[in-house]
């Protein structure tokens, strides 16, 4: 099948209590790791990009890799979405050149200029076959060029959504209930710590997804910063000589009841970048002999690979519904 829109997908995701993974890509390993567990598991997926990740490997080449996909993995549903896009003329170039989804992100902007710069996108994108997702409240962190400190963060106000939905037309909304972008989601200070130490961060806003889903009901959500950093990862980079002290991400647990609700898209992508560096540091300790790019990239595949898969089983729940 052709590259796909994420209405229907978030329609089936909304209905049967499950969330798509979506899953930032840039490059050809990621791709291939993140859409063979999809194929494998039946499940659907959007593959995004964000500015940063056409600066790096360039507009064209991720377009074409992603094409790659559709052909080799045929039964799974695909969408290309523009993730985080900083203005109209970004959402243009992506909508122009073959994206199926973007998303606006005037999020820190006031709440008019918000609706207005959402709303010429929205007409755009719809007048070329193309839906749109847009952002209320402010997720804290840094990814990418985004980059956004706890002091600037808001969570959505559930009064705005109505209004919001209605004078921009979005075809889906991200909300702030507590996630946050990159691997260091909270400071040891906002956490409490378990019996084992481990740091524990401070629960999601569940309160404010079920006002936003009260008053947009049938509406799909999005959620952001919804990496949880796996702490095997953590620790395998530390042992082969990384230095992340207290990197924390969102529980799984919370996600997989986020995704049971309103939330039908989940952002995931410093999971697969801890997944591929852990892999290759191990790599490179075991081999230091090795130089050939192929034997370090093959395993961090893998890696991503087999990250994906128990996400799409055990946190969005969404294997088999491709």
Not at 119 to 129: D, R, S
Not at 228 to 252: C, L, R, T, W, Y
Request: charged content about 25%; hydrophobic content about 40%.
């Amino acid at each position: 099948m052709p590259l796909v829109t994420t209405a229907e997908m978030f329609k089936k995701a909304y209905d049967g209590g499950y969330a798509v993974g979506a899953f930032n890509v840039n490059n050809m390993e990621i791709v291939q790791g993140i859409t063979e567990a999809c194929q494998e598991q039946k499940a659907p997926v959007v593959l995004q990009v964000s500015k940063g990740a056409r600066a790096y490997a360039n507009h064209t080449y991720l377009v074409k890799m992603v094409e790659a996909a559709v052909i080799e993995c045929p039964d799974v549903p695909i969408a290309l979405h523009l993730d985080h896009g900083p203005d109209f003329e970004t959402c243009k170039a992506c909508i122009d050149g073959g994206f199926t989804s973007v998303m606006i992100d005037a999020s820190s902007k006031p709440f008019d200029e918000n609706v207005e710069i959402t709303k010429k996108v929205v007409e755009y994108a719809h007048a070329h076959g193309v839906v749109v997702e847009a952002e209320l409240g402010t997720l804290a962190g840094v990814e990418d060029d985004v980059k956004v400190s706890a002091e600037d963060s808001s969570y959505t106000h559930p009064e705005e959504v109505e209004e919001f939905v209605t004078r921009t037309g979005c075809d889906s909304l991200a909300i702030a209930i507590g996630t946050s972008h990159g691997a260091y989601k909270f400071t040891p200070d906002q956490c409490t710590r378990n019996e084992q130490g481990i740091l524990v961060p401070p629960p999601l806003r569940f309160d404010v997804l079920e006002e936003v889903s009260k008053r947009l009901p049938g509406f799909p959500i999005v959620l952001h910063g919804s990496s949880s950093v796996p702490q095997d990862f953590v620790q395998m980079i530390n042992a082969h000589g990384g230095k992340m002290p207290d990197a924390i991400g969102i529980p799984e647990e919370e996600l997989r009841h986020a995704a049971q609700l309103s939330v039908c898209k989940i952002n995931i992508d410093s999971d697969i970048r801890l997944a591929i560096t852990a892999t290759i540091r191990e790599y490179f300790d075991a081999h230091p002999d090795h130089f050939d790019p192929r034997q370090y990239l093959k395993p961090a595949r893998q890696a991503v690979k087999d990250m994906v898969t128990h996400k799409l089983i055990n946190v969005l729940g969404c294997n088999g519904k491709a």
